[in-house]
């Protein structure tokens, strides 16, 4: 899926990595899939994916983020290249620069402005930019500093994209690119977290309605989010956190994302709520006038729901929502309906699903032109393809 985000687009969408811009509308689906099909990654260190064509030939590839395994290796970027026939052959390799326990990230969009889709890879090292060239995705160009995640937008407003860096927990990196597509300055912007958190995405996303694209960061605990104004700089952090509970417990979440689920074109966030039934959830926290809901709407979910992704699934022109569900072995999908609320949800058997933020990605890998699912499972890939 190409990622995206301009300052002028009134629907502003997430930009992050195993979080998603809808597919494309294709096909009529039903949101039913095909027994899950597996791509042998070779590590089990697989830790992100995305969908784009990266390839240059109008079919989407499957790109995949890889750790390095031990002290010895370096990350790297896996591309699954679609075929003619719609198959898939052995990967192509690109080794990047992320050391051991990189925990990496992907975004994928056209940064230099070529129409073409690149690719961007976080890591401990930084971010690792791999431009398309030629029908392939060249050699990473390093931006230094350690990176959690990144994501792709113009926040500048020049029509540029820049590069929106998670560098820890707390702390986003908004990397201008110049008119010679390197990134060499940036600006920092702070929130708060609790401490312990357990995982970091970064967000960027008209999320109050005023056209300017602003920034979030979900950190497990909840979801800092910081307004855009006019002059360029940035109102204060609000928290958007899961309700607590009799006693007053907050659950903690493994994933979020950031698109229409509720069908007014505005952007919500959707965040996962840990626990096993019924405790397991996934929430949406809906844009209204002005900003956020403070309280979510809270749908039950699956034993273990971790990472999440956005698309239209079945046509419709709605975004739907898939899930992850970390150690149950599954993905489930769950359909919005024309009063913008989600609907129930229907599990997929997936062997190998982890807690990875960036688990999973939407899009026509198959050639039907329905949107597919791939989703990370462990030491592969799988696809699930919708019938």
């Not at 985000?5 to 998603?20: K, P, Y």
């Not at 990654?41 to 395994?69: K, M, W």
């Not at 996962?272 to 039934?277: E, H, W």
């Amino acid at each position: 899926m190409d990622r995206l985000v301009s300052v002028g687009m009134a629907a502003t969408l997430a930009v992050a990595a195993g979080v998603a811009v809808p597919a494309r509308a294709g096909a009529a689906g039903g949101g039913t899939f095909a027994p899950a099909r597996y791509l042998a990654t070779g590590s089990t260190a697989t830790n992100a994916v995305a969908v784009a064509d990266v390839t240059g030939d109008g079919r989407r590839d499957i790109v995949v983020g890889v750790d390095a395994v031990d002290g010895t290796q370096t990350s790297s970027v896996l591309v699954f290249a679609q075929q003619a026939d719609h198959g898939y052959g052995t990967p192509t390799r690109i080794a990047a620069h992320g050391g051991y326990n990189s925990d990496v990230r992907l975004a994928v969009a056209d940064i230099d402005g070529d129409g073409r889709t690149d690719v961007a890879m976080s890591s401990s090292a930084g971010v690792d930019v791999l431009f398309q060239r030629g029908g392939r995705l060249a050699a990473p160009v390093l931006v230094a500093g350690s990176a959690e995640d990144v994501a792709i937008a113009d926040v500048t407003g020049d029509g540029r994209p820049d590069l929106v860096v998670g560098a820890r927990q707390g702390e986003v990196r908004i990397h201008a690119q110049s008119a010679t597509h390197t990134f060499t300055t940036y600006t920092t912007v702070t929130g708060p977290f609790t401490a312990g958190a357990p995982a970091s995405q970064v967000f960027v996303a008209d999320l109050d309605g005023d056209a300017r694209v602003d920034l979030a960061q979900f950190y497990g605990h909840g979801t800092w989010v910081r307004l855009r104004r006019a002059d360029g700089s940035y109102g204060p952090a609000t928290t958007y956190r899961t309700p607590a509970d009799g006693s007053g417990h907050r659950r903690v979440g493994f994933g979020a994302a950031v698109g229409d689920v509720t069908g007014d074109g505005r952007a919500d966030l959707v965040t996962s709520v840990q626990g096993n039934t019924p405790d397991a959830a996934v929430q949406v926290f809906a844009q209204g006038a002005g900003g956020l809901a403070a309280m979510p709407t809270r749908y039950p979910a699956h034993d273990c729901a971790a990472g999440l992704a956005i698309g239209d699934l079945n046509g419709d022109n709605r975004n739907d929502l898939v899930v992850a569900h970390a150690n149950w072995l599954a993905v489930s999908a769950r359909l919005q309906g024309p009063t913008g609320t989600l609907g129930g949800y229907a599990t997929n058997s997936v062997d190998g699903v982890g807690f990875q933020e960036d688990a999973l990605a939407v899009g026509d890998v198959t050639g039907d032109g329905k949107p597919d699912v791939v989703a990370v499972a462990y030491d592969k890939v799988a696809i699930l393809r919708q019938l």
